[in-house]
């Protein structure tokens, strides 16, 4: 994002859910000041299955 001063990173992350298998499912997520991550963003409508 513009103006961003914390280090990002996406994460591509394989999920199961309901028995359903979902691929790389891309979280962006943000590193603290502390070092610690957190997560920012989650694709919900891949997530969901409306993509």
Known sequence: MAGRTN??????????????QISEVPFLVVR?????WLVEEVPLERIMGRQ
Request: charge should be neutral; hydrophobic fraction near 30%; charged fraction near 40%.
């Open 7 to 20: 280090l990002t990173r996406r994460v591509l992350v394989d999920l199961e859910m309901d028995g359903r």
């Open 32 to 36: 603290t000041g502390e070092g610690r």
